[in-house]
């Protein structure tokens, strides 16, 4: 095992959690302060890979298919929150829930419609088709344009919740929301902005992932099951959770993968170790989540109350 | 003059009614995946079918068809009312089709046990090579291993001695990478199996790499396939291993991975650059008629086509005769795209396995090229556990 390889394993854990992070910022904001249960966030990633792929392959250009992901899916949010979602605030969460499934079937068979059932695949952007060095390791360049692009995000989002008027709301809702509205903020077009952020967040990971995985129906369904462990790791409601959760989850997920079935080969027999390893590596957020919940019920950095 | 006319037409359509009702159209029932992701390769089977059919004015064997497509949706039940529907309502002595292996397992025994002629241009189980062969089952296609088989071959032939194989976590995976050592004979230095519902391989990759091995072998097939090489190519190892696979380069898989592909080595028995008269024939008018380059699908269900006609015409219509209607199909006494094309005791086929190579043709499409012939006249290698004669 060479440094380098080491390296290596934690960028891919990195632009992993990197691209978690984008999808959990949001979910965790509508979660959290809005007390809503989102699964179609779901859809607005895979929204977003389509529109980014579609718009990629009529144009070729990178930024218009940035502009068509993050400014479509901030389109289909607020429409979907305006039209459908608002009625269900008040609700109590199963009703939520069942919504939201809901929007999964609706959107998944649109784009079968639109898009038909076979995989949509978008190549990365002119000039990131290949390799960088990175001291003496090699990594492919569209997966570290991801990662400098997902730090950018967290940053700006940083600057967003800390130091501006409308952050400084977000955070005061994710306190005390009551306390909020009873002090004359709009709460409703709080809810809104903080929607279409979501959704805009969503549908940017989405023309992220597009380039590296299959843009297919459906395709949000599985992440969304890790973006909620990575909330729950997080703490509820807390941006900071969600990153540094993202993180956690992205690297424990790629360094177990790689490692756990090496490590099981110095203790068990090889065949045993070949079959246990993949099954046991796909468990270890799993095993992780649990031993969170276990021991620190409101996450390992839950919003300050 | 005027009695003679009208005599001779009163002939004609006595002679025209006579015909028509010998010529019954028979029935042929075909399944394959016609929708959902994997529908791409079930209508590459049918259209280039019905490419023979349509030809011939509707006839195999000079005889009317009517062909009974049904959609099997890669679900093992779906398969089980289709084939009973054909079987008891259509009662279609004849199945052509059969695209995935699991699919072809779940009828398998109904299809037989009724006496009902099952002819896959894809599928090719070992099972029903081997210890469960029957008189009314032909694979047209090959027995699933060979693929990996002949890149094993290549993989020995070339002098390869530390290849590193990745494939995903389930039945057929396992066996393409067993096909790949039963040839290759020597130990491999890893195998790597990943989960069947994994996209992402970086991390992966980067412990291939890590590993320096002379060469890699993959199985992934499908949207995987597409998956593996974009990622292999995006990852810099293209240009430094040489990345041998099975069915993950495919008709299907070629036109979205386009130049990302150039250099991966795969093992077949069939390429559209392959110069034989009617492989040259079959990819000019299935070209002039879909307007898309056919796959391997395509052309093994086209052999089936040919396979059936000849057969049929061999025993001239007459397929109740189950007997004779077998050794017609048995004789495979037509030109296959494959050149040549016999059938072993087990009635899967003896035929030759070529490695071929990604390019860009002078027309700037991406083709395969002939690199090496490993595995000339080749059996399957479960031909000796078929109790068959």
Partial sequence: ?305 | MMVRSKLFGFIAAVALATSAAAQQPLKIGFIGELSGPQGALGQDQYDAFMLVVERNGGKLGGVPMEIIKEDTQLKPEVANQVIDKLIEKDKVPIIAGVTFSNVFMAVYKKVVDSKVFIISSNAGPSPIAGAQCSPYAFLVNNQNDERAEVVGKYAADKGYKRVYAMAPNYQAGKDFIAGFKRFYKQPLIEEVYTPLNQLDFQAELAQLAAAKPDAVYAFYPGGLGIQFVRQWRQSGLADKLPLLTSSTVDGITLPALQEAALGVIHGSPWSPELDFPENRRFVAEFEKKYNRVPSEYAATSYDSALLLDSAIAKVKGNVANKEAFRAALKAADFRSVRGKFRFNHNQAPIQDFYAFVVVKNPQGRYTYQELAKPLPDHADSYASQCPMK
Avoid at chain 1, 275 to 301: D, E, K, N, T, Y
Wanted: glycine share 10%; net charge positive.
């Fill in chain 1, 1 to 305: 095992m060479t440094w380098e390889l080491l390296l290596v394993q934690s960028l891919n854990g990195l632009q992993y959690g990197v691209l978690l992070f984008l999808l959990a910022a949001g979910l965790t904001l509508v979660l959290g302060i809005m007390n809503f249960v989102n699964l179609a966030h779901a859809s607005l990633y895979m929204m977003g890979a389509y529109l980014g792929a579609a718009a990629f392959a009529k144009t070729g250009s990178f930024l218009v298919a940035g502009a068509a992901a993050v400014l479509g899916t901030l389109a289909i949010g607020l429409i979907v929150e305006r039209t459908t979602l608002l009625a269900f605030y008040a609700r109590d969460h199963l009703d939520q829930v069942l919504a939201t499934f809901g929007l999964i079937l609706f959107f998944n068979e649109l784009v079968r419609v639109i898009w038909g059932a076979q995989s949509v695949y978008m190549r990365p952007p002119q000039g990131f088709t290949g390799t960088v060095d990175l001291l003496g390791a090699t990594y492919p360049s569209y997966r570290f344009l991801v990662i400098v692009a997902g730090l950018a995000v967290a940053l700006a989002l940083y600057v967003l919740i800390h130091h501006t008027r409308v952050g400084m709301l977000i955070r005061a809702g994710a306190s005390n929301p009551r306390m909020v509205s009873v002090l004359g903020v709009n709460i409703r077009l709080l809810n809104s902005l903080l929607f279409g952020l979501s959704a805009a967040l969503a549908g940017l990971s989405g023309l992220m992932a597009a380039p590296i995985l299959a843009v297919q129906p459906g395709m949000g369904d599985n992440v969304l099951i890790v973006v909620l462990v990575v909330i729950v790791i997080g703490g509820i409601g807390s941006i900071r959770g969600a990153f540094f959760g993202a993180l956690i989850v992205g690297v424990v997920d790629t360094v177990g993968r790689t490692y756990l079935p090496l490590i099981l080969r110095q203790v068990a027999e090889r065949s045993v170790a070949d079959a246990a390893g993949p099954a046991l590596a796909s468990m270890l957020i799993f095993i992780f989540m649990a031993a969170v919940l276990a021991l620190r019920p409101q996450g390992l950095f839950p919003a300050r109350r």
